[in-house]
């Protein structure tokens, strides 16, 4: 074999064990997979006023990781004031969550912004917590750890939900509301509570209630008046300086729970703008995931 013949199958040789080494040790990463987005009514959702995208309310599910899995499940509500969906309060949240073995949804709800007001976005949150416990088998979830969790104005849809709720009507036509809207633990990030001044946020209120709500559609929605010994326990965290939702809506609250006997774990940080969602690099504000981890497994929704 002439000289150059055999340096060129020995570097094929060398390439080829080279190339099933890399292959070996570092496999190619594959992309993540698309999470599927679920509408809450196969039809026309009730009051819808058209079929946009905006007008279909839906829930984008991220299961949990199988090794990791706890069978608790979350409803996430990004804020936005009722007039539009923070991402950063979305599926960052789901995935967080998914780290605790917790299955989540993030829930696409309608909004002020679009011409929707009360109850159509509180019909939006009860639903998506009934389909969860209608999937519970299919996902692995327990239907009796289904929690919500929301932002800012998507706080007050959820402490909405864990003050406005029923058992499911057993003579419905439809299966899912059959089931419990009630969620069993609530998680409340720098939430709008209130509708009533001096302590409301006020796009949030004009989003939901229109220009002019009468006084009791406010007290009605103002769910630091809303609290009763069946409310879920809750887990609030707020900053004492926030300039867009004072910190009021979330001691209010706190108190509310505490007259009511409902455990609640309330934390005020110090310094901190609104809407920081998990903290980001900031060394206080991001300490309240591991908090809230914390209370989790203190109610049986993660593991030790």
């Not at 901190?272 to 900031?282: A, E, I, T, V």
């Amino acid at each position: 074999m002439p000289h150059h013949r055999l340096l060129l199958t020995f570097g094929l040789i060398a390439f080829a064990t080279f190339a099933r080494a890399v292959c070996a040790e570092d496999p190619p990463t594959q992309p993540a997979p698309t999470p599927p987005t679920l509408r809450l009514w196969q039809g026309d959702a009730p009051g819808a006023k058209g079929t946009a995208d905006f007008d279909i309310p839906t829930i984008t599910l991220y299961p949990a990781p199988k090794d990791k899995a706890t069978g608790a499940a979350f409803d996430v509500c990004p804020g936005g004031g009722y007039g539009g969906l923070a991402g950063h309060e979305g599926e960052p949240i789901a995935r967080w969550l998914n780290t605790l073995g917790v299955t989540s949804v993030v829930l696409k709800y309608r909004l002020g912004s679009h011409g929707y007001r009360h109850p159509v976005e509180l019909t939006d949150v009860q639903r998506a917590i009934r389909s969860v416990r209608a999937n519970s088998s299919e996902w692995g979830v327990d239907p009796k750890r289904v929690g919500v969790l929301g932002f800012s104005a998507g706080g007050h849809l959820a402490s909405s939900a864990a003050t406005h709720f029923d058992a499911g009507d057993p003579k419905a036509a439809d299966p899912v509301d059959q089931l419990s809207c009630r969620p069993d633990l609530a998680i409340l990030i720098y939430p709008v509570i209130t509708m009533t001044d001096p302590f409301t946020h006020g796009g949030s209120r004009q989003n939901l209630l229109g220009d002019k709500p009468d006084s009791q559609l406010i007290d009605l929605m103002s769910n630091e008046k809303q609290v009763t010994p069946q409310t879920p326990p809750c887990f609030l965290v707020h900053t004492a300086d926030d300039g867009a939702v004072p910190v009021e809506n979330s001691l209010n609250f706190a108190a509310a729970c505490r007259k009511n006997k409902v455990p609640v774990e309330l934390h005020v940080l110090e310094h901190g703008p609104h809407g920081f969602g998990l903290g980001g690099n900031d060394p206080v504000l991001s300490t309240w995931p591991a908090d809230a981890a914390r209370w989790l497994e203190r109610h049986g929704f993660t593991k030790k």
